[in-house]
T-cell receptor, first 113, second 116 residues
Framework: GDSVTQMEGPVTLSEEAFLTINCTYT??????LFWYVQYPGEGLQLLLK?????DKGSNKGFEATYRKETTSFHLEKGSVQVSDSAVYFC????????????FGSGTRLSIRP | DAGVTQSPTHLIKTRGQQVTLRCSPK?????VSWYQQALGQGPQFIFQ???????QRGNFPDRFSGHQFPNYSSELNVNALLLGDSALYLC???????????????FGEGSWLTVV
């Protein structure tokens, strides 16, 4: 079945460092890909998404490109801030808004001042 | 406009007991999905309700059941609780004709269930 594998954490970086969190997927058809973020004590929030190959999702300085040839959707940010400390989940879904979402296991990111 | 609201936020139950969790979807949404997030794991899909019927179901035993009401709100029931049922239970709502996934799916803050 469909699945998502993402980089294990925790990841600890200094403020202003470059961030990459790797994510690869296995799916039939053409899934939509997402990154969700979960800040301490809060619910899941959609960070960015891409719905077809070569699409780049971006939000709050984060970017990820849908790479069908490598089945990857790596999350990047050029300069992280302390406020980016959170758990990040890579996920996939079918095209319909009724499709279930399949999540990776999450990567905990901690940023040192 | 209130987003997805869930209740209770935290609760503690004893093994063997039953629990009911509640979810009110975002205004205008008609589809409710439930997910279980164990500590340190990603959310796992339990089931989805639309038009008061279960439309999809994940790999969860029959102890997990649900209901959707005419106002689109939903309940998740878990019978014969096990220690392993301890988790954060997330409700997500969406609109059935909302187009691409992710655009219209909103998550609540969840209900923390501890089974002792």
């Amino acid at each position: 079945g469909d699945s998502v594998t993402q980089m294990e954490g925790p990841v600890t970086l200094s403020e202003e460092a470059f961030l990459t969190i790797n994510c690869t997927y296995t799916a039939t058809g053409y899934p939509s890909l997402f990154w969700y973020v979960q800040y301490p004590g809060e619910g899941l929030q959609l960070l960015l998404k891409a719905t077809k190959a070569d699409d780049k999702g971006s939000n709050k300085g984060f970017e990820a490109t849908y790479r069908k040839e490598t089945t990857s959707f790596h999350l990047e940010k050029g300069s992280v801030q302390v406020s980016d400390s959170a758990v990040y989940f890579c996920a996939l879904s079918g095209y319909s808004s009724a499709s279930k979402i399949i999540f990776g296991s999450g990567t905990r990111l901690s940023i040192r001042p | 406009d209130a987003g997805v609201t869930q209740s209770p936020t935290h609760l503690i139950k004893t093994r063997g007991q039953q629990v009911t969790l509640r979810c009110s979807p975002k205004s205008g949404h008609d589809t409710v999905s439930w997910y279980q997030q164990a500590l340190g794991q990603g959310p796992q899909f339990i089931f989805q309700y639309y038009e008061e019927e279960e439309r999809q179901r994940g790999n969860f035993p029959d102890r997990f059941s649900g209901h959707q009401f005419p106002n689109y709100s939903s309940e998740l029931n878990v019978n014969a609780l096990l220690l392993g049922d301890s988790a954060l239970y997330l409700c997500a709502s969406s609109f059935s004709y909302g187009g691409s996934a992710g655009n219209t799916i909103y998550f609540g803050e969840g209900s923390w269930l501890t089974v002792v």
